[in-house]
């Protein structure tokens, strides 16, 4: 169905054989992506955390911050002090951010086979959906 490849490939022609530009493992890979989604949940968690300051919140931001710079190497997360600036916070919005944030950092945590972003991660999950499920039930 498909004619196979008869050429030499362009990248490896490009580099004149020699592999002098950078690679990364597929590791390093999973850990730049883990550490992504895991900032972009720690950003979520720290706007909830304006709205309606929490203990629970405080403790899953601060477990989320060490997870990042473990993935980082070290190299923390910025973090901003939000406030609640918005005329009409949406809570449940952040928390269903936060929910899909937090399912996307567990498929790459269970990709990469690290239990302790996992765990937390799926613990996240669980959080986020506690906190829409009355309001999700009230809505119907």
Known sequence: MYEPIRSKSVHSTMAGGTTDFPHRSRDEELDIQLAGHLAALLAVTDELRALAPDTGLDAAADRLCE?????????????????AGHPEPQPAALHRRAHTLAARALVVAASRADTAAAILTAERMDAHAAALEPRELASR
């Open 67 to 83: 997870q990042v710079t473990r993935l980082r190497g070290g190299q923390a997360p910025v973090r901003l002090h939000v406030t």
